[in-house]
Each structure stands twice: as C-alpha cells, then as structure tokens.
C-alpha cells in the first residue's frame, strides 16, 4: 500500500520560512517525480513545484520562484520544498503528489496547511 504524507505545515510570520516534507512509502521513491500543489482557501488547487526523480531538475511556478527551493534524499523516501520570504498569499494547504516517471501511478498526501500572518 502506497501512502503519501506531507509534514512541517504550521503558522509563520511574514518574511519568515517553513520547510515541508514529503514522505512516501510502499514505492521505489526514486522512480517518481514529486510535485508541490497548493491550495489557498476558496480557491483551486495550483501546481507550484516540481523535482525530477533523480533531483537533477526543478521547475517552479513564477509565484515561487527564487523562495522556494526543492530538494530529496532518495534513499530516505523524501523531498522538502524550502519556502522563504512568506507572503500572506502563500497561505494555502500545500499538498505532495508524486508520479512514477512513465506517467502509469500518481499519489497524493492529505496535505498540511501553511498560514503567513502579520
């Protein structure tokens, strides 16, 4: 049984960091992209991040780009997303999809929710 579990959510002030992690079981980690979503409240859910299952490539939203940073450690089935320079707009439940590198399975987390106050 695959399972799917982001971890590090919590409240921030503004200009502050959180680090979330991603942790899968019940796969080879290492065969699978992982993405970040979010979803702020009232709103759809965005793609914001994404890491190549090797983490030699990341790609990034515009409304992420240079204060998120993507990192993973295969060998322990995890991948973090560094979120710097908080904004109130990035109040949001950030969700953990990873996709095996064909395209065949994807998995979700159940989420953890970021919240940046003044």
């Known amino acids: 049984q695959v399972q799917v579990a982001e971890t590090g959510g919590g409240l921030v002030h503004i200009g502050g960091s959180l680090r979330l992690s991603c942790s899968a079981s019940?796969?080879?980690?290492?065969?699978?992209?992982v993405n970040w979503y979010r979803q702020p409240p009232g709103k759809d859910r965005d793609w914001i991040a994404r890491?190549?299952?090797?983490?030699?490539?990341?790609t990034y939203a515009n409304s992420v780009k240079g204060r998120f940073t993507l990192s993973r450690n295969n060998a322990q089935n995890t991948a973090d997303l560094q979120m710097n320079s908080l904004k109130p707009e990035d109040t949001a439940v950030y969700y953990c999809?990873?996709?095996?590198?064909?395209?065949?399975?994807?998995?979700w987390g159940l989420g953890t929710q970021v919240t940046v106050s003044s």
């Open positions: 999809n990873i996709v095996e590198r064909a395209g065949r399975f994807h998995y």
């Open positions: 890491i190549s299952d090797d983490g030699i490539v990341s």
């Open positions: 019940g796969i080879i980690f290492g065969d699978y992209h």
